[in-house]
């Protein structure tokens, strides 16, 4: 029967599978950038916390500039500094407990540090050594990671395995504002909202993917909205102020504990420093821009927060930057030291046993050296 | 001696029961991919999977093949052993950033610490009447990507015994599934079926003494009946099935050239770039002094995948095989 022919007993109806899947509205995040230093907000912080925190940034910022003058020395390949995100690298290590994973990507040798992790196995893929230089495993700090977001769904699985095994286990994934551009970015939270992972994505909008600014990577009204196009909460947050940060990050992280599934954090802050060593900010940014940030620095907002308080005196600053000048004196010294390299540890690591081409490749290569060896001999 | 029934299965029922069994033995194996869990599968092959071990350890996807593998790390990382079934070969590329920069590489990064034990299965190869991105061979990718091993089976005991040693395999397995021969029936013994270990050995499958077609995965029945026709030009062909592309068998594949002195590669990949040139390569340095004739090669044309109603031009048939048998310089030889 047609249409015309069952006139008058037809009546449009909507979709008829439709239905509304999600309430928007909780998930949208913060109108604007979620702050606790210099509101009242911050009387309810513990100042230990504040305390910690603020050591920790100087620490952060002492590990960068140093980092950054290994550059200079030939002792790191290369550098990408996070000057000027120290809040974001150091809540996310503080927020995480210890069976918790973070996963970093390479501007995020901080926050590793942060967690406990030593600066010179930190440094490792940077100075060239190695690709990781630390056992994964032991730190529960996935290897830094280069291809952009590409860690995102690695996180999303292993966050997923582990609540699959029962383990009270939350995964937090560092992305910068250029990754949320990549594919990974979009499917890893697609994934970790469908299977509810108790995984926080961390992004740090610093402003810049190398040279190209935000309004070139998206024209989303902020990349926390992002979140709601998968069905997860978002989340806008000063990233300078560590306070901030700290107190978003660790909602996040206790929801995702709690069975609550994820969450995206859009951290507002900015890359002081070139992207890295090897790059000229100059010819995409001006000085303007950089001195309104720095008048917005994360260690200057909490210092002036203890200050007023009365948490911090000349005494407190002193022992941190003293104990900065003794983890960055530390660093400079065993990063002076040439590291001990077995080329034949090129082919140790390919598979479980090496197959029988590779063995010949090593061959060759254990001749070679030997040749080598006799030549310096001769 | 006791007489094992052996009853015929398809390659496809022969996969099914190397997951089942593997799943069975060990809770860590999880299967995951597209339409896996309540369809079995487009081929069938995760059938009934989803039912006996629960959502949880077979799940269906979101639709997207680097989400897939990339959770697939994630989940390795935390000790889980993930089957991911790439729906078709084509479908596998959004895959291939993970696969090159994370799945094949995280153990040498990591100096050991972080092995990825994935095995990713990708049906391959075309004649079976696909359109458009459905019938690629991609296995040279794979096979230029170190930190992978690259298997296919060709026989319906293979499949099994492969897919058990893929999934117990420390490292990443690219497992690839030759689509024509999914249906393909043999005998078999389904009470013990049995691993086939180690990884990268290749078997003879027809001894012969004039000249020896070296193959994998879908053109080796190809390569069979080539050889049964050749007997009528009284060439007597020995066939070699790789089963592993990573590892190479340089072995057992340069022992059989090193007795017939002729040598011919046959796959569906296209032959520039396609693992012909490399297999020949390694022939050639094993075996120079014995050959009789330049290593040949019968593939695909360099070509995209061609549209169905002309595959059967494209792909590597008996003739193709036995004018390329034609052309190894019998004159000269003995």
Same mark, same amino acid.
């Given at each position: 029967?047609?249409?015309?022919?069952?006139?008058?007993?037809?009546?449009?109806?909507?979709?008829?599978?439709?239905?509304?899947?999600?309430? /928007?509205? %909780?998930?949208?995040?913060?109108?604007? %950038?979620?702050?606790?230093?210099?509101?009242?907000?911050?009387?309810?912080?513990?100042?230990?916390?504040?305390?910690?925190?603020?050591?920790?940034?100087?620490?952060?910022?002492?590990?960068?500039?140093?980092?950054?003058?290994?550059?200079?020395?030939?002792?790191?390949?290369?550098?990408?500094?996070?000057?000027?995100?120290?809040?974001?690298?150091?809540?996310?290590?503080?927020?995480?407990?210890?069976?918790?994973?973070?996963?970093?990507?390479?501007?995020?040798?901080?926050?590793?540090?942060?967690?406990?992790?030593?600066?010179?196995?930190?440094?490792?893929?940077?100075?060239?050594?190695?690709?990781?230089?630390?056992?994964?495993?032991?730190?529960?700090?996935?290897?830094?990671?280069?291809?952009?977001?590409?860690?995102? %769904?690695?996180?999303?699985?292993?966050?997923?395995?582990?609540?699959?095994?029962?383990?009270?286990?939350?995964?937090?994934?560092?992305?910068?504002?250029?990754?949320?551009?990549?594919?990974?970015?979009?499917?890893?939270?697609?994934?970790?909202?469908?299977?509810?992972?108790?995984?926080?994505?961390?992004?740090?909008?610093?402003?810049?993917?190398?040279?190209?600014?935000?309004?070139?990577?998206?024209?989303?009204?902020?990349?926390?909205?992002?979140?709601?196009?998968?069905?997860? %909460?978002?989340?806008?947050?000063?990233?300078?102020?560590?306070?901030?940060?700290?107190?978003?990050?660790?909602?996040?992280?206790?929801?995702?504990?709690?069975?609550?599934? /994820?969450?995206?954090?859009?951290?507002?802050?900015?890359?002081?420093?070139?992207?890295?060593?090897?790059?000229?900010?100059?010819?995409?940014?001006?000085?303007?821009?950089?001195?309104?940030?720095?008048?917005?620095?994360?260690?200057?907002?909490?210092?002036?927060?203890?200050?007023?308080?009365?948490?911090?005196?000349?005494?407190?600053?002193?022992?941190?930057?003293?104990?900065?000048?003794?983890?960055?004196?530390?660093?400079?010294?065993?990063?002076?030291?040439?590291?001990?390299?077995?080329?034949?540890?090129?082919?140790?690591?390919?598979?479980?046993? /090496?197959?029988?081409?590779?063995?010949?490749?090593?061959?060759?290569?254990?001749?070679?050296?030997?040749?080598?060896?006799?030549?310096?001999?001769? | 001696?006791?007489?094992?029934?052996?009853?015929?299965?398809?390659?496809?029922?022969? !996969?099914?029961?190397?997951?089942?069994?593997?799943?069975?033995?060990?809770?860590?194996?999880?299967?995951?991919?597209?339409?896996?869990?309540?369809?079995?599968?487009?081929?069938?092959?995760?059938?009934?999977?989803?039912?006996?071990?629960?959502?949880?350890?077979?799940?269906?996807?979101? !639709?997207?093949?680097?989400?897939?593998?990339?959770?697939?790390?994630?989940?390795?990382?935390?000790?889980?052993?993930?089957?991911?079934?790439?729906?078709?070969?084509?479908?596998?590329?959004?895959?291939?950033?993970?696969?090159?920069?994370?799945?094949?590489?995280?153990?040498?990064?990591?100096?050991?610490?972080?092995?990825?034990?994935?095995?990713?299965?990708?049906?391959?190869?075309?004649?079976?009447?696909?359109?458009?991105?459905?019938?690629?061979?991609?296995?040279?990718?794979?096979?230029?990507?170190?930190?992978?091993?690259?298997?296919?089976?060709?026989?319906?005991?293979?499949?099994?015994?492969?897919?058990?040693?893929?999934?117990?395999?420390?490292?990443?397995?690219?497992?690839?599934?030759?689509?024509?021969?999914?249906?393909?029936?043999?005998?078999?013994?389904?009470?013990?079926?049995?691993?086939?270990?180690?990884?990268?050995?290749?078997?003879?499958?027809?001894?012969?003494?004039?000249?020896?077609?070296?193959?994998?995965?879908?053109?080796?029945?190809?390569?069979?009946?080539?050889?049964?026709?050749?007997?009528?030009?009284?060439?007597?062909?020995?066939?070699?099935?790789?089963?592993?592309?990573?590892?190479?068998?340089?072995?057992?594949?340069?022992?059989?050239?090193?007795?017939?002195?002729?040598?011919?590669?046959?796959?569906?990949?296209?032959?520039?770039?396609?693992?012909?040139?490399?297999?020949?390569?390694?022939?050639?340095?094993?075996?120079?002094?014995?050959?009789?004739?330049?290593? !040949?090669?019968?593939?695909?044309?360099?070509?995209?995948?061609?549209?169905?109603? !002309?595959?059967?031009?494209?792909?590597?048939?008996?003739?193709?095989?036995?004018?390329?048998?034609?052309?190894?310089?019998?004159?000269?030889?003995?």
């Amino acid at each position: 029967m047609t249409v015309m022919e069952q006139r008058g007993a037809y009546r449009p109806t909507p979709p008829p599978a439709w239905r509304p899947r999600t309430n /928007p509205a %909780p998930l949208l995040p913060d109108a604007r %950038p979620y702050r606790v230093l210099g509101t009242e907000a911050a009387a309810d912080v513990d100042p230990a916390l504040l305390r910690r925190l603020y050591a920790e940034l100087v620490r952060g910022r002492r590990y960068n500039t140093q980092a950054t003058a290994l550059t200079k020395q030939g002792r790191l390949a290369v550098y990408p500094s996070s000057t000027g995100q120290e809040a974001c690298e150091v809540a996310a290590a503080l927020v995480l407990k210890e069976r918790d994973w973070l996963f970093p990507s390479y501007r995020d040798t901080l926050a590793a540090v942060a967690r406990g992790l030593d600066p010179v196995q930190a440094l490792t893929l940077l100075r060239g050594d190695w690709h990781t230089g630390y056992d994964p495993h032991e730190h529960r700090i996935a290897p830094l990671c280069t291809p952009l977001a590409t860690q995102l %769904p690695h996180a999303v699985g292993l966050a997923h395995a582990a609540r699959l095994k029962g383990d009270d286990v939350v995964a937090l994934a560092l992305v910068g504002d250029g990754g949320t551009s990549e594919g990974d970015f979009h499917e890893a939270l697609n994934f970790a909202a469908v299977w509810q992972s108790p995984v926080v994505f961390l992004v740090q909008n610093n402003g810049f993917a190398i040279s190209v600014p935000l309004a070139k990577q998206t024209a989303a009204p902020s990349l926390a909205h992002k979140a709601v196009g998968y069905g997860m %909460p978002g989340r806008l947050v000063d990233g300078n102020d560590a306070a901030a940060v700290h107190q978003v990050l660790g909602e996040a992280v206790a929801h995702a504990r709690a069975g609550g599934g /994820p969450t995206l954090v859009e951290a507002v802050t900015y890359r002081i420093d070139a992207h890295t060593n090897a790059d000229d900010a100059t010819r995409y940014r001006g000085a303007d821009e950089v001195e309104t940030w720095r008048a917005h620095d994360p260690i200057a907002l909490l210092e002036h927060e203890l200050t007023e308080r009365g948490l911090l005196d000349e005494d407190g600053v002193r022992a941190a930057r003293d104990a900065a000048e003794t983890m960055a004196a530390d660093l400079r010294e065993r990063m002076n030291q040439d590291p001990v390299l077995d080329p034949m540890d090129l082919f140790a690591h390919v598979y479980a046993e /090496p197959t029988p081409q590779l063995r010949e490749q090593e061959a060759l290569l254990r001749a070679e050296l030997a040749a080598e060896q006799e030549g310096a001999h001769r | 001696m006791t007489t094992v029934a052996l009853k015929p299965a398809t390659m496809a029922q022969a !996969l099914t029961r190397a997951l089942r069994d593997a799943m069975t033995a060990d809770p860590a194996v999880h299967v995951m991919g597209e339409d896996v869990g309540a369809l079995g599968g487009v081929f069938r092959v995760t059938e009934g999977l989803a039912k006996e071990f629960g959502e949880d350890r077979v799940t269906d996807t979101p !639709l997207a093949e680097a989400g897939i593998l990339g959770t697939a790390v994630g989940m390795a990382m935390y000790g889980l052993r993930p089957v991911v079934e790439m729906q078709f070969d084509a479908f596998a590329y959004p895959a291939f950033e993970q696969l090159i920069s994370h799945v094949a590489r995280m153990r040498n990064r990591t100096r050991g610490a972080m092995p990825l034990p994935i095995t990713i299965r990708v049906p391959y190869g075309g004649g079976i009447g696909g359109v458009e991105h459905h019938s690629d061979s991609s296995e040279a990718y794979y096979m230029a990507t170190p930190g992978l091993h690259v298997v296919t089976p060709a026989t319906v005991a293979d499949a099994y015994g492969l897919l058990r040693a893929a999934i117990a395999s420390d490292d990443p397995v690219v497992f690839l599934e030759p689509k024509r021969l999914y249906w393909s029936k043999d005998s078999w013994n389904p009470e013990e079926p049995q691993a086939v270990e180690p990884i990268g050995r290749a078997v003879v499958r027809r001894a012969g003494r004039s000249a020896t077609l070296i193959t994998y995965g879908p053109s080796l029945p190809v390569c069979l009946e080539a050889a049964e026709a050749a007997t009528a030009e009284g060439w007597d062909l020995e066939v070699v099935d790789l089963r592993s592309l990573v590892p190479f068998d340089d072995e057992t594949v340069a022992a059989s050239v090193r007795r017939t002195g002729r040598a011919v590669v046959v796959h569906e990949s296209g032959s520039y770039g396609g693992p012909g040139g490399e297999i020949a390569a390694r022939v050639t340095e094993r075996c120079f002094h014995h050959l009789e004739a330049p290593v !040949l090669r019968v593939a695909g044309f360099d070509i995209p995948y061609p549209p169905p109603m !002309l595959e059967r031009h494209h792909l590597p048939g008996v003739d193709r095989i036995l004018d390329a048998v034609g052309r190894l310089q019998w004159e000269a030889g003995n």
